[in-house]
């Protein structure tokens, strides 16, 4: 599995834009990129999962590179409620043996 | 569709004791995972079962196991348990295609005593 390195916490405010990068040099040919939330408690939550290029969907937007070698997730307008956990996963779907790495507390100030 | 359930939410045992807790997965969902949530150790890959097969399982000791029934429904069981095991244990479920999402239940709160 490859390992992601992800930054330990980040800050924001309400209403700006968040960027989370994931690092993942060692990526598979064969392996997607995505992208979790958890709240605290509760099991995580798929948010966002892509393969190369960007996608968009409800809720972000994921950045990937031509190289493949790094990932950003982007959340539009954070609010108070976008505070939790974000973890980056690679390569799942082919290995099986999923791998979790200490993922990025954000947390939104008002 | 109905999301991945797990029971029970909560559980309280002794050290010693031994627990089995349950995973419905999502309908359709062949395979299921289990891991184990502390502060200290992060997210932690348990075992995954596909098709009442155990396909892979992560570095646990043998105090850990699983199984999966006919109907995808999956139990974990923990035996002689220790205070260290207290922990969110969380299953997931995904479809077997390409991408392989994962879609997690609730988790059951696990305190041992």
Known sequence: LAKTTQ???MDSYEGQEVNITCSHNNIATNDYITWYQQFPSQGPRFIIQGYKTKVTNEVASLFIPADRK????????????DTAVYYCLVGESNAGKSTFG??????VKP | KAGVTQTPRYLIKTRGQQVTLSC???????????????PGQGLQFLFEYFSETQRNKGNFPGRFSGRQFSNSRSEMNVSTLELGD????????????????????????????
């Open chain 1, 7 to 9: 930054p330990i916490s």
């Open chain 2, 86 to 113: 207290s922990a969110l244990y969380l299953c997931a479920s995904k479809d077997r295609g390409s991408t392989d999402t994962q879609y997690f239940g609730p988790g059951t709160r696990l305190t041992v005593l």
């Open chain 1, 70 to 81: 790094s990932s950003t997730l982007s959340l539009p307008r954070v609010s108070l409620s």
């Open chain 1, 102 to 107: 200490d993922g990025t507390t954000l947390t």
């Open chain 2, 24 to 38: 419905s997965p999502i309908s359709g969902h062949r395979s299921v995972s289990w891991y184990q949530q502390t």
